[in-house]
């Protein structure tokens, strides 16, 4: 079961990364990828966790859990990304790549 979750998991999250290419214009095709499914990966793990919890928390509490470590690793990556300003090596379309949308 568990290769079928990280597969869906993959596929939602690139799916994810082509949806908010257009606000983040500055990540390639292939960064928007891996920082989406760094954050599924995070969600997911959180979930799964925390269902398992007796007793089990509130979905609310769940969802603020989740969120706040994603944002937490998306705000560093984007800012680690940013403070070394190297250029990626996916910046030109091509076939399956966009490229940078600018």
Aim: net charge neutral; with cysteine; hydrophobic share 40%.
């Amino acid at each position: 079961m568990l290769p079928y979750i990280a597969r869906e998991r993959d596929r939602f999250a690139d799916a994810v990364a082509l949806r908010v290419a257009p606000r983040m214009s500055g990540l390639s095709c292939t960064e928007r990828q891996d920082l989406m499914r760094s954050l599924a990966d995070t969600v997911t793990g959180i979930v799964v966790v925390a269902i398992h919890r007796q007793p089990v928390p509130s979905s609310g509490a769940i969802a603020r859990d989740a969120a706040d470590a994603a944002w937490g690793i998306a705000r560093t990556r984007l800012e680690r990304m940013a403070e070394l300003g190297e250029p990626s090596s996916d910046d030109e379309a091509g076939p399956g790549n966009p490229g940078r949308v600018a």
